[in-house]
Each structure stands twice: as structure tokens, then as C-alpha cells.
């Protein structure tokens, strides 16, 4: 579904071009697990960790020349397969085809009109790849006895596809050979297209990615030559870097979260077929139905013969759809770019300002968005920065009196300012912060206009400049709409103008109104995530998208409304989380962090 990934015909089985003994391949893999396990960098030196890693990784890839299993001929090859293995275990897909649509890559092109909210797709539980797939396959005995593989959904699938990928006889094998054999992650990124991305908000997230996969390759690599359950595993003879960042790959973009068969919680699956859909804005039309044991998704609106069928992943920004789909979205309606706020513990006035954000729901110190559409800021962050810059006595008419707690409905409601001079300060602090965020990056706008305008310019690097011009537009909009707010306000305060007053019945219109912004924000989900400590391996380091930590990184969830109209050029399939309801359905709806897209590439 994002931008597919091009697929290099090679052939299958061509050994090694030098032997290399396992001993000295096991040296090379403790080595490289030593590195990536080592303590955290220290600022700035996160680039030269990075280089270090991959020089190792590439002396492995190296040594492994040759090993890897590929499959003989294009994936397009497979397509007829799929599409009769799909028809003969349940699913249903007759009103489409799989098609090539040149730069959008692969996706389904209807065979007959559609209708908006028609269910044309269901996918049977038999045809997923889950944990619980994996559980009962040749992966059992290990997965019995690996906490990691335990606690790791993600690592247990991608693991559970290679043995599958290695055995001729899988019932998934259409499925396998069906999915493309590189993506356009940054897993497969050249060095120099990495480093397109230094100063970007995204680079952090692309590294810790790159060192969670080669830790991770390194420690099952380990583990499958020397654990006695993995002696029978078909990958003991030849597991390769090129073969688990495939797997990675391939799961990073198509994981979705599913109901357990009993619906009493949810697990990770592979669903084929479905997953080759494009993304297009919209809104959420998959759905799991427990009482038919399928997977289900209705059309997102009218298609006609010979037309693209496209879904709508979820409020993703680009950095999320770049790192972990391998696409940029360019009509990207819920882009946003993080920034961390907190109030000082040494400020003379942090106990005043924590109880009011306490009230509110707002954490003392929390990482917000800043968004690409109108108003930049949401209800939450607006509320924590007028927090942020009330005097004492504005904080004494929150924290005491009669309609104190009334005054916390009102925090984020952009109708109800504090004061003139509080609404002039806010808005000055998130030009100013704004301003000197781009003052970090390498290059200005106009430069990465520039560059994308070079006809040789590579598909990574193309992406790596989208995004990061994609943050500086966003930072740019932030800092003019703060400088536009700040003098309109100065204008209010110069006229002598009255403030707005709410009565005590607005707060039950408040509470009834449509928009969220307008909502107490102690009854909201907050868009903005707390950021969470770093934790050892073991307990966080997401090969893939977890559901609690992306590569030990604070992601956030968009809360804008969904748009139906812009299509994007894409086929990555969307993560989501479903909620069963009485009727024994469950909607699969998109997760906190990204639980994946996934490119149909």
C-alpha cells in the first residue's frame, strides 16, 4: 500500500559465493548483539552508533551473499494463485482483481460496480497468519520456551513467516510468494539516504529501527543454532540479515491487530489479500465479525468497473507512513510533527501550574503535535500552554473559589481566553518555539523543493526529503499562525476590549457540542502521548510496531476528522484495534501507535 516496493527477479537457491565458517559467523553475531546492546549513545553520537552498526551489519550481509531464499520470477506471477487459494478457503473476491497501477504500485481494481458501505471482501481466520498460527506451527517448541517470543507478537509473526516462506508444501505459500521481495522501508535505505534525514524529527525513530532489527537478527540468530526447539526449525541452515529484515519488512507494513477465536482479547495477523488495498483519507471500513469468524471490509464508496479500490489506514502522519510503510502521503490531512513541553521543576510556580494540568488531565511534561491543518494546535496543547503562562494569581482563580473546577471545562476552548496578555504570551512562545525548531535543520524549504526536482533523484532519498520538508512546512505554519494570533491579540488588548465570559449553563453546552475541541478535556482521549522512560530490551524494544512503544519511541494519535476525498498514490494496508459490540462484529479501528500499514506493495 505505500508507494510498493520495486521486485528484483532473482532466482531461488544459488548458495553462498564463499564459504564462511560458523564459527566465524557466530563471532561476527555476537559482536554485532554486543553493539546494539550496549547503553544508549550519548547525545549526538546517535548517528555514530548508527554507522558502527551498520558497518557490522554489512560485513554479515557480506559473508551471507547468495543465502538468502527468493523465489524464482515477479510476484505478479503469483497473483492468479493467491486469488484461487483465496476463492477456494472461503474468501470472498469476486468484485475485483489484482492490478498494477504504475506509480501507486499493486492494488485491487473492481470488476463490477461497487456501492459505498457494500461488503465485497471477507477473509476466513484459516487463511490468517497469526500468533496463534505460528503457536501450533514448527515455531511451537521455541516460542514454549522464549519469553521474548512471548511477549513479542510482532517478532513471533515475522519469525513464523520465514519458516513458512522455507517450506514448499505451507498452506500459506500462495500468500508468500505473492508479497514483494524488498520494501522501500527505511531498513533498506542506502547510508546516504539515512542521512538525508539528520535534524529531522523522524531520524531518531529510523535509527532505533535499524539497531532494534540488527539487535534482534542477531539474538534469534543465536538462539536458532544453539536452543535445542530449534533444531528442527527450517531456517537453522541459513538465516540471513537480508532474511529477517524481509520478514521485518513484511510485517512492519501488514500487521494488524485481530480478535482472539473466543473474543476475549486481540492478537496480530497477516491478512492476505485484503492487505494489498491502497490508502486513500476516509474512514475506517474493515471490521472483524466474530460470529462468522472473518474479517470483513465494506467499500469506502461508490467504484465503478475497471476503478481502484482504495481504504483509509487510519490518522497516520507521514514520519509514521515513511518509517513504517515505506510511502509519504502527500495529501496527508492529519500530518503532524511532535514537540516536547513540560514545565520546569525548578519554576518558583511548577506546583501551582502541575495541579491545574492535573485537573485537567494534562500531564506536567508531555510530547504534543503540531498539526498541518487549521488550527495547528489541539484543545489539549492549548490548554497546557495557557497553563504554562499564567501568572500566579490567573493560577489562584483555577486552583481556588466556587467555579474553579468549572474553569477547568474551559481550558482548551479557544472562545474563553485567560486573559489578553496570557492568550499574546502563548502564542508568542509557540512562534518563537516554532522558529527555532527549523532553525535545526540542514537545509531551508526552498533548498528541499529543489532537490525533489532533480529528475535522478533516487526513490529513498525522494522520501527521506518529502518528509523532512513535510516538517519544516508544518513548523512554518505553526510559527506564522502563532505570529497571526499573537497580534491579533495584542489588537484586543490595545482596543481594551472585554474578555468572553461563560456562564455556568455553557458547561452543558459545552458538553453537547459537536466539536471535540470543545469538550472539558478531562472527558477526552488526549491526542498527546506522555512520554515514557527508555526500558531495556527486553521488555520494549519493538522489532515492529507495538502496542504500547514504537522502537522505544513516543508516538501520537491524531484526533482530527477523517476527509474522504484525496487518494493517495500508495498500497499499504492500515493497523487497527477492534471493539467487539452485541451483534458480534468488532470494528477495526485504527491503534494509538501505529500497528503498521501495510504496503500491498
Given at each position: 500500500?505505500?508507494?510498493?516496493?520495486?521486485?528484483?527477479?532473482?532466482?531461488?537457491?544459488?548458495?553462498?559465493?564463499?564459504?564462511?565458517?560458523?564459527?566465524?559467523?557466530?563471532?561476527?553475531?555476537?559482536?554485532?548483539?554486543?553493539?546494539?546492546?550496549?547503553?544508549?549513545?550519548?547525545?549526538?553520537?546517535?548517528?555514530?552508533?548508527?554507522?558502527?552498526?551498520?558497518?557490522?551489519?554489512?560485513?554479515?550481509?557480506?559473508?551471507?551473499?547468495?543465502?538468502?531464499?527468493?523465489?524464482?520470477?515477479?510476484?505478479?506471477?503469483?497473483?492468479?494463485?493467491?486469488?484461487?487459494?483465496?476463492?477456494?478457503?472461503?474468501?470472498?473476491?469476486?468484485g475485483f482483481t489484482v492490478d498494477n497501477f504504475g506509480t501507486e504500485g499493486y492494488g485491487l481494481r473492481a470488476t463490477r460496480d461497487i456501492?459505498?458501505?457494500?461488503?465485497?471482501?471477507?477473509?476466513?481466520?484459516?487463511?490468517?497468519?497469526?500468533?496463534?498460527?505460528?503457536?501450533?506451527?514448527?515455531?511451537?517448541?521455541?516460542?514454549?520456551?522464549?519469553?521474548?517470543?512471548?511477549?513479542?507478537?510482532?517478532?513471533?509473526?515475522?519469525?513464523?513467516?520465514?519458516?513458512?516462506?522455507?517450506?514448499?508444501?505451507?498452506?500459506?505459500?500462495?500468500?508468500?510468494?505473492?508479497?514483494?521481495?524488498?520494501?522501500?522501508?527505511?531498513?533498506?535505505?542506502?547510508?546516504?539516504?539515512?542521512?538525508?534525514?539528520?535534524?529531522?524529527?523522524?531520524?531518531?525513530?529510523?535509527?532505533?529501527?535499524?539497531?532494534?532489527?540488527?539487535?534482534?537478527?542477531?539474538?534469534?540468530?543465536?538462539?536458532?543454532?544453539?536452543?535445542?526447539?530449534?533444531?528442527?526449525?527450517?531456517?537453522?541452515?541459513?538465516?540471513?540479515?537480508?532474511?529477517?529484515?524481509?520478514?521485518?519488512?513484511?510485517?512492519?507494513?501488514?500487521?494488524?491487530?485481530?480478535?482472539?477465536?473466543?473474543?476475549?482479547?486481540?492478537?496480530?495477523?497477516?491478512?492476505?489479500?485484503?492487505?494489498?488495498?491502497?490508502?486513500?483519507?476516509?474512514?475506517?471500513?474493515?471490521?472483524?465479525?466474530?460470529?462468522?469468524?472473518?474479517?470483513?471490509?465494506?467499500?469506502?464508496?461508490?467504484?465503478?468497473?475497471?476503478?481502484?479500490?482504495?481504504?483509509?489506514?487510519?490518522?497516520?502522519?507521514?514520519?509514521?507512513?515513511?518509517?513504517?510503510?515505506?510511502?509519504?502521503?502527500?495529501?496527508?490531512?492529519?500530518?503532524?510533527?511532535?514537540?516536547?513541553?513540560?514545565?520546569?521543576?525548578?519554576?518558583?510556580?511548577?506546583?501551582?501550574?502541575?495541579?491545574?494540568?492535573?485537573?485537567?488531565?494534562?500531564?506536567?511534561?508531555?510530547?504534543?503535535?503540531?498539526?498541518?491543518?487549521?488550527?495547528?494546535?489541539?484543545?489539549?496543547?492549548?490548554?497546557?500552554?495557557?497553563?504554562?503562562?499564567?501568572?500566579?494569581?490567573?493560577?489562584?482563580?483555577?486552583?481556588?473559589?466556587?467555579?474553579?473546577?468549572?474553569?477547568?471545562?474551559?481550558?482548551?476552548?479557544?472562545?474563553?481566553?485567560?486573559?489578553?496578555?496570557?492568550?499574546?504570551?502563548?502564542?508568542?512562545?509557540?512562534?518563537?518555539?516554532?522558529?527555532?525548531?527549523?532553525?535545526?535543520?540542514?537545509?531551508?524549504?526552498?533548498?528541499?523543493?529543489?532537490?525533489?526536482?532533480?529528475?535522478?533523484?533516487?526513490?529513498?532519498?525522494?522520501?527521506?526529503?518529502?518528509?523532512?520538508?513535510?516538517?519544516?512546512?508544518?513548523?512554518?505554519?505553526?510559527?506564522?499562525?502563532?505570529?497571526?494570533?499573537?497580534?491579533?491579540?495584542?489588537?484586543?488588548?490595545?482596543?481594551?476590549?472585554?474578555?468572553?465570559?461563560?456562564?455556568?449553563?455553557?458547561?452543558?453546552?459545552?458538553?453537547?457540542?459537536?466539536?471535540?475541541?470543545?469538550?472539558?478535556?478531562?472527558?477526552?482521549?488526549?491526542?498527546?502521548?506522555?512520554?515514557?522512560?527508555?526500558?531495556?530490551?527486553?521488555?520494549?524494544?519493538?522489532?515492529?510496531?507495538?502496542?504500547?512503544?514504537?522502537?522505544?519511541?513516543?508516538?501520537?494519535?491524531?484526533?482530527?476528522?477523517?476527509?474522504?476525498?484525496?487518494?493517495?498514490?500508495?498500497?499499504?494496508?492500515?493497523?487497527?484495534?477492534?471493539?467487539?459490540?452485541?451483534?458480534?462484529?468488532?470494528?477495526?479501528?485504527?491503534?494509538?501507535?501505529?500497528?503498521?500499514?501495510?504496503?500491498?506493495?
Amino acid at each position: 500500500m505505500g508507494k510498493k516496493s520495486r521486485v528484483k527477479t532473482q532466482k531461488s537457491g544459488s548458495g553462498a559465493t564463499a564459504v564462511v565458517s560458523p564459527k566465524e559467523m557466530m563471532y561476527l553475531i555476537s559482536e554485532l548483539l554486543q553493539k546494539c546492546s550496549s547503553a544508549a549513545p550519548s547525545a549526538g553520537k546517535e548517528w555514530e552508533e548508527y554507522i558502527q552498526i551498520r558497518g557490522l551489519v554489512e560485513k554479515i550481509r557480506k559473508k551471507q551473499k547468495g543465502m538468502s531464499v527468493m523465489f524464482e520470477g515477479h510476484r505478479e506471477d503469483y497473483f492468479s494463485d493467491l486469488m484461487s487459494w483465496a476463492q477456494e478457503n472461503g474468501a470472498a473476491c469476486d468484485g475485483f482483481t489484482v492490478d498494477n497501477f504504475g506509480t501507486e504500485g499493486y492494488g485491487l481494481r473492481a470488476t463490477r460496480d461497487i456501492k459505498a458501505e457494500e461488503l465485497f471482501l471477507w477473509i476466513p481466520r484459516k487463511m490468517l497468519m497469526t500468533v496463534e498460527a505460528a503457536q501450533n506451527s514448527v515455531l511451537g517448541p521455541l516460542y514454549s520456551q522464549d519469553r521474548i517470543l512471548q511477549a513479542m507478537g510482532n517478532v513471533t509473526l515475522a519469525l513464523h513467516l520465514l519458516c513458512e516462506r522455507a517450506d514448499p508444501a505451507s498452506f500459506w505459500q500462495p500468500y508468500v510468494r505473492s508479497l514483494p521481495q524488498e520494501y522501500d522501508t527505511p531498513l533498506y535505505y542506502q547510508q546516504e539516504d539515512v542521512q538525508l534525514l539528520l535534524g529531522t524529527q523522524a531520524v531518531q525513530d529510523v535509527l532505533s529501527q535499524y539497531k532494534n532489527t540488527a539487535r534482534q537478527y542477531a539474538y534469534f540468530y543465536k538462539l536458532i543454532q544453539t536452543h535445542p526447539a530449534a533444531s528442527k526449525l527450517p531456517l537453522k541452515d541459513s538465516f540471513t540479515f537480508d532474511d529477517y529484515r524481509w520478514a521485518v519488512s513484511s510485517v512492519m507494513t501488514r500487521q494488524n491487530q485481530i480478535p482472539t477465536e473466543d473474543g476475549s482479547r486481540v492478537t496480530l495477523a497477516l491478512i492476505p489479500l485484503w492487505d494489498m488495498c491502497n490508502h486513500t483519507n476516509g474512514l475506517i471500513t474493515t471490521g472483524y465479525n466474530l460470529e462468522d469468524d472473518r474479517c470483513e471490509c465494506v467499500a469506502l464508496q461508490d467504484y465503478k468497473e475497471n476503478e481502484q479500490i482504495y481504504i483509509f489506514y487510519g490518522t497516520r502522519s507521514n514520519s509514521e507512513f515513511v518509517i513504517h510503510n515505506g510511502f509519504f502521503f502527500q495529501d496527508n490531512a492529519h500530518d503532524r510533527v511532535k514537540i516536547k513541553l513540560g514545565v520546569s521543576k525548578s519554576e518558583r510556580l511548577y506546583a501551582m501550574k502541575a495541579e491545574v494540568l492535573a485537573r485537567a488531565g494534562i500531564p506536567a511534561s508531555c510530547v504534543f503535535a503540531l498539526h498541518c491543518n487549521e488550527p495547528p494546535i489541539s484543545a489539549q496543547l492549548h490548554a497546557f500552554l495557557r497553563v504554562f503562562c499564567m501568572t500566579e494569581e490567573e493560577l489562584k482563580e483555577y486552583l481556588l473559589g466556587e467555579r474553579a473546577i468549572n474553569k477547568v471545562f474551559i481550558l482548551g476552548n479557544s472562545d474563553f481566553p485567560v486573559s489578553w496578555e496570557n492568550e499574546i504570551k502563548l502564542w508568542t512562545f509557540l512562534e518563537t518555539r516554532a522558529a527555532l525548531l527549523l532553525k535545526t535543520y540542514k537545509t531551508t524549504s526552498e533548498e528541499d523543493i529543489s532537490m525533489l526536482e532533480k529528475p535522478d533523484l533516487s526513490l529513498h532519498a525522494r522520501l527521506a526529503i518529502q518528509l523532512r520538508l513535510a516538517e519544516k512546512q508544518i513548523l512554518e505554519k505553526a510559527s506564522a499562525n502563532g505570529r497571526a494570533k499573537r497580534l491579533h491579540f495584542q489588537e484586543k488588548l490595545e482596543e481594551g476590549a472585554a474578555l468572553p465570559r461563560y456562564e455556568e449553563s455553557d458547561i452543558a453546552l459545552l458538553e453537547n457540542a459537536d466539536a471535540d475541541a470543545k469538550l472539558p478535556i478531562i472527558l477526552r482521549k488526549l491526542e498527546e502521548v506522555e512520554e515514557e522512560p527508555e526500558r531495556p530490551l527486553q521488555e520494549h524494544s519493538r522489532l515492529l510496531n507495538g502496542d504500547k512503544a514504537v522502537y522505544g519511541t513516543v508516538m501520537e494519535e491524531a484526533n482530527g476528522e477523517a476527509e474522504q476525498e484525496n487518494t493517495q498514490k500508495v498500497d499499504s494496508a492500515p493497523a487497527f484495534i477492534e471493539s467487539p459490540n452485541q451483534k458480534g462484529k468488532s470494528e477495526l479501528g485504527e491503534t494509538l501507535l501505529p500497528q503498521s500499514q501495510n504496503p500491498s506493495d
